[in-house]
């Protein structure tokens, strides 16, 4: 069963309902798949109309949405509108994308006489939409990574209906924003198959909607545990589909000398702040922070341990995060590596946790596994390092991650080249100023990594290249007039 909770309070809103059956998944399912060839065919220009459409709906909704966000997420108001702002601009980006050509980009190679290998037929690579995709929507972005977040304006983008599942963390908000979703899709005169909506807390609902044959590709947001195994369940199908899974990640951010002898005081309370943005529930929240072993980055982690102690996160969106983070942090707290540097929680009503914060050296950091893996909320670990070797191995230890933050690089020199060489090895995004939580959408954004940050890390989930996540290359070998004609459009 599905229920509206109160974020701050855990009161009931409303009453419950009912998870879609195996049956409703398959329907929507198979309805998605009746209006993908059509959909697939459709001209730029139409599609980018529905998505500044399901903009302009979002927008003129919005004191409701907005309101309804709060209740079932407790990110305030402030945050929400300025997220539901985040999506009509990606919304609105993908449309300005489609009008350029950009999903139907082609490339034209001319007929060579003679034999090969220098002599070859005409050749035109296009791009063809993979099929129905199944969208998974976020708890922690209520907005921008779920019903129309950026997965599912980049699916349909590329010509590609959508299932989206609903995330039970915010089911009212869900809802409503896939009956606007669905309203708007009839009134620009397309088939209901282009957006279908499902929703679920239970495990068989995602395990059902990955299984269903019709279902080309998966995006997902989410958990690790959650979303390697779907991503198994997706490449065990008897025909196996990509599982595009954005799972999190620990997020380290380098601090080197020459920052700290300029502004570390300062830095330290950035960091603080970007700990504690949004009760530390962002994919890209700094979670271990390099700092180097001598009197400056003392002083570094004393500033940043009180400004830590000064913050006071919000509560979280639901009970199982908040219950998941005690758990970490009780991990954390039980490590006999570790030295507590921040650690005040107490027994307060509400969802509303306190932040933490731990300091180990470099090389017990290294030797536990355990300490490498991701404690969603704000919490961060301060491994102290007595060389640049010691900051590159726990890099290299830490494996993949959606960024590496690498302050204080700007002089090229061994040091800074070897950093840097190691952040690209293991990052999508290699940041060396400002604080990792803040992904922009444009078209040089890449939101992934090496696993376990992500599942495909030549793709993003963020930006403009996502819908080249669900648009397959084919070579047009001899085509006759009336395809090329068509300039990359599928027919």
């Known amino acids: 069963m599905l229920q509206s909770i109160e974020a701050r309070t855990g ?6 309902w009912a998870e879609s059956t195996g049956a409703e998944i398959d329907a929507a399912v198979q309805t998605s798949a009746a209006t993908a060839d059509a959909f697939a065919a459709t001209p730029a220009a139409q599609r980018a109309e529905l998505l500044r459409a399901l903009a302009a709906a979002l927008e003129a909704d919005r004191e409701a949405l907005v309101a309804l966000a709060d209740r ?20 609105r980006g993908f449309a300005d994308v489609l009008e350029r050509g950009d999903a139907h980009a082609f490339t034209n190679d001319a007929a060579v006489a003679g034999p090969p290998p220098a002599g070859r037929p005409h050749l035109m690579r296009v791009r063809v939409p993979v099929g129905p995709v199944a969208m998974f929507s976020a708890s922690n972005f209520p907005f921008a990574f779920s019903v129309l977040g950026g997965d599912t304006a980049s699916a349909l983008a590329a010509g590609c209906p959508v299932v989206v599942k609903g995330h039970p963390a915010h089911p009212g908000l869900s809802r409503r924003t896939a009956a606007l979703a669905q309203k708007v899709v009839t009134a ?13 807390a239970s495990v ?10 019709a279902i080309a590709a998966v995006a997902f947001t989410g958990s690790f545990k959650g979303g390697t195994a779907l991503a198994r369940i997706a490449g065990e199908r008897s025909r196996p ?3 595009y899974g954005e799972l999190g990640s620990v997020n380290p951010l380098v601090v080197l000398p020459a920052v700290l002898a300029k502004n570390g005081s300062e830095l330290a309370g950035t ?3 970007s700990i504690c943005l949004g009760a530390g529930q962002f994919c890209t929240s700094p979670g271990v922070i390099v700092v180097p072993k001598d009197t400056a980055g003392d002083g570094f982690v004393d500033a940043l341990a009180k400004a830590l102690k000064t913050l006071q996160p919000h509560p979280m969106l639901s009970t199982g995060i908040r219950a998941t983070f005690d758990l970490g942090v009780a991990q954390w707290r039980a490590a006999p590596q570790l030295r507590p540097l921040v650690d005040d929680a107490v027994d307060a009503p509400g969802l509303a946790p306190r932040p933490f914060l731990a300091e180990v050296s470099a090389a017990d950091f290294i030797a536990a596994h355990a300490l490498h893996e991701e404690v969603f909320g704000a919490a961060a670990l301060v491994v102290r390092v007595a060389s640049t070797d010691e900051a590159v191995d726990v890099l290299k230890t830490i494996g993949g991650s959606l960024t590496v933050t690498l302050w204080g690089a700007e002089v090229e020199n061994d040091e800074t080249r070897r950093l840097a060489r190691a952040a690209t090895q293991v990052a999508g995004r290699v940041l060396f100023a400002g604080v990792p939580t803040g992904v922009a959408v444009t078209a040089a954004q890449h939101h992934g990594g090496p696993f376990p940050a992500s599942t495909q890390p030549f793709t993003t989930s963020v930006g403009y290249a996502a819908l080249d996540r669900f648009l397959r290359p084919v070579a047009l070998q001899d085509a006759p007039a009336w395809l090329l004609e068509r300039k990359g459009m599928p027919c």
């Open 271 to 273: 960091l603080a702040a």
């Open 204 to 213: 068989e609902v995602g395990v059902a909607l990955v299984k269903a044959p």
């Open 188 to 200: 620009q005169g397309l088939d209901s198959g282009v957006f279908q909506f499902v929703e679920g």
């Open 72 to 91: 079932e997420s407790g990110l305030g108001l402030p945050r929400l509108n300025g997220e539901l702002d985040r999506t009509t601009f990606q919304l």
């Open 11 to 16: 009161a009931t809103i409303g009453e419950h």
């Open 241 to 243: 589909i990509p599982f």
